[in-house]
């Protein structure tokens, strides 16, 4: 079945620093990734919809600059936290839209700012 | 807008007993609908989807859920629960040709010895 591999599971970084979230979809072509943020105990909220080749759509709320989203190619998609603060310090999940109500969830990111 | 309510937020079940999680959508247009579960610190493996056709969808390990249009629910139900069913569920819907999925708040599902 389709797989995507979400890279590293886990990161602890410094404050101030930036981490790159990597997620590759291994045997079908994505062309849309959806990137969200889970807060401990609770649901999963849509950060951004990245489609390939043109700008992430940000959902009300998520700093774009911040957050920094690339889909260039039709199987790799990154999400860079810049300038991570203790706040930013979640789990994120990222998720490749197949169409027809397919999704495959990569396996999670673990980030720890200190 | 679409929105998905999980009414319970812990469900502690005997084992062997059976069990159900409450889901509930909110959606002005048609809608697909679909449980997930999540396992400690690991990302969301899809358990079980309703697209169209019969309203009452299963999965490989023994859950299912129906679809009830009226009532706008989509339940997860199992007969008899494992130890190895203990986790989060979430029940998420997206509205037809909008692939964008919207998750209710889960619900811990423990299963007691």
């Known amino acids: 079945g389709a797989v995507v591999s979400q890279h590293p599971s886990r990161v602890i970084c410094k404050s101030g620093t930036s981490v790159k979230i990597e997620c590759r979809s291994l045997?079908?072509?994505?062309?849309?990734m959806f990137w969200y943020r889970q807060f401990p105990k609770k649901s999963l909220m849509l950060m951004a919809t990245s489609n390939e080749g043109s700008k992430a759509t940000y959902e009300q709320g998520v700093e774009k600059d911040k957050f920094l989203i690339n889909h260039a190619s039709l199987t790799l998609s990154t999400l860079t936290v810049t300038s991570a603060h203790p706040e930013d310090s979640s789990f994120y999940i990222c998720s490749a839209g197949q169409g027809s109500g397919g999704y495959t969830f990569g396996s999670g990111t673990r980030l720890t700012v200190v | 807008a679409q929105s998905v309510t999980q009414l319970d937020s812990q469900v502690p079940v005997f084992e062997e007993a059976p069990v159900e999680l409450r889901c509930n959508y909110s959606?002005?247009?048609?809608?697909?609908l679909f449980w997930y579960v999540q396992y400690p610190n690991q990302g969301l493996q899809l358990l079980l989807k309703?697209?169209?056709?019969?309203?009452l969808v299963e999965s490989i390990n023994g859950f299912e859920a129906e679809f009830n249009k009226s009532q706008t629910s989509f339940h997860l139900r199992k007969p008899s629960v494992h130890i190895s069913d203990t986790a989060e569920y979430f029940c998420a819907v997206s509205e037809g040709g909008n692939e964008k999925l919207t998750f209710g708040t889960g619900t811990r599902l423990t299963i007691i010895p």
């Open positions: 045997d079908f072509q994505a062309t849309t």
């Open positions: 309703y697209l169209s056709g019969s309203t």
């Open positions: 959606s002005s247009v048609s809608v697909y």
